[in-house]
């Protein structure tokens, strides 16, 4: 049974600093590319990050220089190290990852930007 379970979300001010996890199961963790997804209230949910089994990254432009993926095959974690956090940052972060060819989603991780 595949489980993504994510982690470390909270209330952060602006400028501030947060570090997300996604603990995968059931899944074969370093073969599998990784995404970070998030969702603002009412909004769609939108791309955030991107590591690929070869550590390869992608960001979104409205991240770029603010966040950080990563992965640490031995723990079959992923992170998301945010940094210089703005208001519209908040939102409902998702780990996503696709395994023998069905989606998996976490249940996400509320990140609140807010003085």
């Known amino acids: 049974q595949v489980q993504l379970v994510e982690s470390g979300g909270g209330l952060v001010q602006p400028g501030g600093s947060l570090r997300l996890s996604c603990a995968a199961s059931?899944?074969?963790?370093?073969?599998?590319?990784m995404t970070w997804y998030r969702q603002a209230p009412g909004k769609e949910r939108e791309f955030v990050a991107l590591?690929?089994?070869?550590?390869?990254?992608n960001y979104a432009d409205s991240v770029k220089g603010r966040f950080t993926i990563s992965r640490d095959n031995a723990k079959n974690t992923l992170y998301l190290q945010m940094n210089s956090l703005k208001l519209e940052d908040t939102a409902v972060y998702y780990c996503?990852?696709?395994?023998?060819?069905?989606?998996?989603w976490g249940i996400g991780a509320r990140v609140t930007v807010s003085s």
């Open positions: 590591i690929t089994s070869g550590f390869s990254t």
């Open positions: 996503y990852a696709p395994f023998s060819g069905m989606p998996y």
């Open positions: 059931g899944i074969i963790f370093r073969f599998n590319d």
